[in-house]
């Protein structure tokens, strides 16, 4: 093999010929072994700059949202998204609202799905989190409570403050999908198969599946599966029976159709290129995220999470105490559910990382206000949180708004821990509220008609078992409290009931 003559080179080293053939075909191979690397270094450039492209090209097609009361985090710190499935019927196609009912069916927004997400990149944990759509919460700037999947209804920043005020869990960035996201990514897979050990349906979803066994399911029918609250499921003996819980039970099947959606986005879009693509371009047009989410902040937690199992990720929802058909202020909101405490905070402190309060209990004052029209509550409940440590200077009455109501913890703006530290000591349906019309002490009681006072719960009270810190996988119970609470709550992780539809 011969290689093309090298032009003169003279110089205080001498020409190449002048040393020798030998050591012309020495510079001439090295010369070319240069040249082959600054091609491919410049291929590598081209090729990482196309990717960047693309990825910006992606990102600009996602929707940004203006989104107030989001708390400021890096991307290397841990940090809660608030995901919402919102039910709005504004984008949906003909079919769809044949199915779904149209906007003028069905106005405004809601959060179907509301969940959070719990992610710590320094030790690449996740937890998941949801909350009940029924959940009844104070309305952030009102005196009156509603279903937390109503607070959509008055923009992102609503259903966040909601979150924050009502739950302190702070909310770091924003994520809302509709129907079109979920399905367009379904259809991008090729479909999904799920089994189903019995026939089940749902008439308000379209879910209907007429045999058990291994179905395949297309977008559109896999919203149904995800849609479905009103669920039904035949026996053996050929009788249709309905899913008592509802709203709860479906949070519980879509847990496990997020592990096999998420499942095949891994196996069959990460690692092939077009399909990640065509998922890539079926999302993002109907994605929106808070204007904050920078698509640096992105790429780097889909870096540092690109190796994650979702079979792992903890789940669990707020465990709730049921009320039916619901009497408040003069109106029926028929079937809701209620805060349960401390199950909750435990919750919401195992999977979210929120901080216990650091605040003295007698570094500030509390009025406690009867609102559930037993007689001298408001007096018994003051001299029991006297007793634990707590300056209560003014007790009351306040307005009765229910047969049944709860019990709310409202604080004026800056008082947040101080109200975790009340609510920590006090069992039933309790909630937190932020109001900035108190006129006396900066964290007033309102009592509820499930309310009972005892020690906040501590590691000596609280017996956490693995499944029920991040990290763990199973579907055992959460923990128990030595605290009661008069009425019954539901557990926070519930294994898949024998009608739910699980992974083939």
Not at 342 to 349: A, E, G, S
Not at 450 to 455: D, G, N, P, Q, S
């Amino acid at each position: 093999m011969t290689f093309p003559a090298e032009p003169s080179n003279q110089g205080s080293e001498g020409t190449a010929a002048s040393k020798g053939p030998r050591h012309a075909r020495r510079r001439t191979r090295g010369q070319r072994s240069r040249n082959i690397a600054i091609i491919l270094a410049g291929v590598i450039v081209v090729v990482a700059i196309a990717g960047y492209t693309y990825i910006r090209f992606r990102y600009g097609q996602i929707k940004k949202l203006s989104v107030g009361n989001l708390a400021q985090t890096s991307s290397n710190q841990p940090m809660n998204i608030l995901i919402v499935g919102s039910n709005s019927r504004a984008v949906l196609n003909g079919k769809q609202t044949s199915a779904f009912g149209s906007a003028q069916q069905v106005g405004g927004a809601r959060s179907d799905v509301t969940m959070i997400l719990h992610i710590d990149p320094k030790t690449h944990t996740t937890s998941l989190v949801s909350i009940p759509r029924d959940l009844f919460m104070p309305i952030p700037g009102s005196s009156l409570s509603n279903r937390v999947d109503a607070a959509l209804n008055n923009g992102p920043s609503e259903l966040v403050k909601t979150v924050e005020q009502d739950l302190g869990i702070s909310i770091s960035h924003y994520v809302e999908l509709n129907f079109d996201t979920f399905q367009n990514i379904v259809q991008t897979l090729g479909g999904l198969n799920m089994y189903f050990p019995y026939p089940v349906r749902d008439a308000y979803s379209g879910l209907n599946v007429q045999t058990n066994g291994c179905h395949y399911l297309n977008g559109f029918q896999a919203l149904a599966v995800v849609r479905a609250r009103h669920l039904e499921y035949k026996t053996s003996s050929g009788k249709w029976v309905e899913d008592p819980l509802g709203d709860l039970s479906r949070i519980r099947r879509d847990h496990e159709f997020m592990r096999v959606l998420f499942s095949a986005v891994k196996q069959k879009g990460i690692s092939n290129p077009l399909t990640l693509n065509a998922i890539l371009s079926s999302v993002a047009p109907d994605l929106q995220v808070d204007s904050g989410f920078s698509l640096g902040e992105m790429v780097s937690l889909a870096s540092k999470f690109r190796n994650l199992n979702p079979n792992t990720i903890p789940t669990a929802t707020l465990p709730v105490a049921l009320e039916n058909n619901y009497v408040y202020n003069g109106a029926n909101y028929g079937d809701v559910v209620f805060p349960a405490e401390p199950q909750d905070q435990l919750i919401i402190n195992q999977y979210l990382a929120v901080p216990a309060p650091t605040v003295k209990k007698d570094s500030f004052t509390i009025s406690v206000l009867n609102g559930s029209g037993v007689a001298q509550q408001a007096g018994t409940v003051a001299q029991q949180l006297i007793a634990e440590g707590f300056k209560v200077p003014q007790v009351g009455d306040s307005k009765i708004l229910g047969k049944n109501v709860e019990t709310i913890v409202y604080y004026k703006p800056g008082y947040l821990e101080q109200a975790q530290l009340v609510k920590s000591t006090l069992s039933g349906a309790v909630i937190l509220g932020q109001s900035s019309n108190l006129t006396g002490a900066p964290v007033e009681v309102i009592t509820g008609t499930t309310l009972t006072v005892a020690k906040p719960v501590t590691a000596s009270t609280t017996q956490a078992t693995s499944s029920s810190v991040p990290g763990a996988h199973s579907t055992s119970s959460p923990p128990t409290t030595t605290a009661p609470i008069t009425l019954p709550a539901t557990q926070a992780i519930t294994p898949l009931q024998p009608w739910d539809p699980r992974a083939c």
